[in-house]
Nanobody, 118 residues
Framework: QVHLVESGGGSVQTGGSLRLSCSGS????????MGWHRQAPGQQRELVAA???????NYADTVKGRFTISRDNAQNTVYLQMNSLKPEDTAVYYC????????????WGQGTQVTVSS
């Protein structure tokens, strides 16, 4: 099993920045891809960004140029640096892990709230 714990959420004003962290434990070494999804109230959960162990990344169009995903394989940790935040970025952000790009998600974190006020 894989256990994921997020941290770093909070409240900021428009244009501000936040950095989310997600630490993995358990069978995390078998998880080639780690990433972030988010879910706003009344909305479906959506991809934000993902990264594989080789550093290849994938971003949602809505966050390209503003968010940066990175990964420390030695620490089994993935980060999401969020800059130029907008009110529409307000959501619960969930860390996730999967064996590869096209496999089912093996684990989700508990979520961390990000609130951006105008």
């Amino acid at each position: 099993q894989v256990h994921l714990v997020e941290s770093g959420g909070g409240s900021v004003q428009t244009g501000g920045s936040l950095r989310l962290s997600c630490s993995g434990s358990g069978s995390i070494s078998s998880m080639n891809v780690m990433g972030w999804h988010r879910q706003a109230p009344g909305q479906q959960r959506e991809l934000v960004a993902a990264i594989n162990s080789g550093g290849i990344t994938n971003y949602a169009d809505t966050v390209k140029g503003r968010f940066t995903i990175s990964r420390d394989n030695a620490q089994n940790t993935v980060y999401l640096q969020m800059n130029s935040l907008k009110p529409e970025d307000t959501a619960v952000y969930y860390c996730n892990a999967r064996a590869d790009w096209y496999t089912d998600f093996a684990s989700w974190g508990q979520g961390t709230q990000v609130t951006v006020s105008s």
